[in-house]
Each structure stands twice: as C-alpha cells, then as structure tokens.
T-cell receptor, first 114, second 117 residues
Framework: EPEVTQTPSHQVTQMGQEVILRCVPI?????FYWYRQILGQKVEFLVS????????KSEIFDDQFSVERPDGSNFTLKIRSTKLEDSAMYFC????????????FGPGTRLLVL | AQSVTQPDIHITVSEGASLELRCNYS??????LFWYVQSPGQGLQLLLK??????LVQGIKGFEAEFKRSQSSFNLRKPSVHWSDAAEYFC???????????????FGKGTKLSVIP
C-alpha cells in the first residue's frame, strides 16, 4: 500500500540554524500539507500546497517557514532560523483532491531545537 | 472557528473489554469527521471517516463511530479491545475551506489508550 514517507525521523539543531524536513507524498496525490504537534498539544495545520504554490497557510506559518516541491516527488518544509518553540513533531500529509478526501499522513519528523 | 474536544486524555481498559472514546466538535456546517490512530513511531493512520449518509460508520480494525448531530459528537467504539489497540487516537474535523485548493483538518488533543492484558 502506498504511503507517505518523511526524513529524517529525528533532528536536533541549534537555535538559529536552518532545517529542512523532507517528505515524499503518495505518487498520484495532488495536495500536500504540513502539520505540527508540540508535545502535549494538538496537531495543528501549518500549510497546504497545490499546483506548485501555497493554497492556504495558518498564522503559525510565518516568514521563517517555506515549502517547496523541488522535483516530482519531494515536498519540503524549511525553517529558516529555528527557535526553541519550533520544537515539535512535524507531519506531512497528502491527498488526491481537496475537500472530502482523506489526508494520508507520514510518520513525522521529531525536531528538537536547543 | 471550528474546534474538536477529546475530553479523555488517557483511558485504560482490559483486553476484551469494550471501548468508547469521546469526541465533540464545533463547526458551523455539516462537518467531515475523522478518527486517526497513531502507534508509537508511526504516522497517523485513518481508522474511519464520516462525510454523509448513515450516521454509524465502520472502520478498520473493528472500530466504528456514530455521528450524532444533536450532541455534536462523533464517538469511537470497539466492542472488544485487543492489546494491539494500545495507541493514541485523534478525532479531527474538516473542511476549513477558507480559500481555493485547501482542506485543512482541525484535530483534538488525542486520547491515549492503554490496554491491560
């Protein structure tokens, strides 16, 4: 069964450093998403991406964040200058279409900012 | 704004016992509702979803959920729990269509299920 994959599974970085989280969505899916979960809190929507552009973003997704689909398979989330409060589990998801379709989630990347 | 409440942070049941995990939502229109499960080290796996029609939906692994509009609830049930069901369970509501090409989900905080052998 096709699945969403994410790398790395864990990443530790120093405050102020740039990190890139990588995701490979399911191959025939067209919509891509990033969510995050700070320890003990809810899974929160960050951004959705379609047709090589951001279609929606939350207020969490500020100028420090960017997303990119650099090739036909990868979908990346970049945090330009990490802060302590960026420590969280980051989930990538993809869906075939938008409203009414299931989003399939990857296993997540646990980011720790020191 | 839409929201999801899972009032139970942690539930412990004995293997073979029945299970009900509660989920209440707030949403302005007819929602799409989902239950996801997360085992340690795994991603969020879809258990079941409700879009319309029959309010009792069946999912994988023997789970079912009932949509009750009058109570704004979408509780997850299983008649007999197995040790492998120990995981964290998330209720989610969507869509939050605020622009073209988007379908963000709003999640509850999750309920951690422990199973006693």
């Amino acid at each position: 069964e096709p699945e969403v994959t994410q790398t790395p599974s864990h990443q530790v970085t120093q405050m102020g450093q740039e990190v890139i989280l990588r995701c490979v969505p399911i191959s025939n899916h067209l919509y891509f998403y990033w969510y995050r979960q700070i320890l003990g809190q809810k899974v929160e929507f960050l951004v959705s991406f379609y047709n090589n552009e951001i279609s929606e973003k939350s207020e969490i997704f500020d100028d420090q964040f960017s997303v990119e689909r650099p090739d036909g398979s990868n979908f990346t989330l970049k945090i330009r200058s990490t802060k302590l409060e960026d420590s969280a589990m980051y989930f990538c998801a993809s869906s075939v279409v938008r409203a009414g379709e299931t989003q399939y989630f990857g296993p997540g990347t646990r980011l720790l900012v020191l | 704004a839409q929201s999801v409440t899972q009032p139970d942070i942690h539930i412990t049941v004995s293997e073979g016992a029945s299970l009900e995990l509660r989920c209440n939502y707030s949403y302005g229109a007819t929602p799409y509702l989902f239950w996801y499960v997360q085992s340690p080290g795994q991603g969020l796996q879809l258990l079941l979803k409700y879009f319309s029609g029959d309010t009792l939906v069946q999912g994988i692994k023997g789970f079912e959920a009932e949509f009750k509009r009058s109570q704004s609830s979408f509780n997850l049930r299983k008649p007999s729990v197995h040790w492998s069901d120990a995981a964290e369970y998330f209720c989610a509501v969507g869509p939050a269509y605020s622009g073209a090409g988007s379908y963000q989900l709003t999640f509850g905080k999750g309920t951690k299920l422990s199973v006693i052998p």
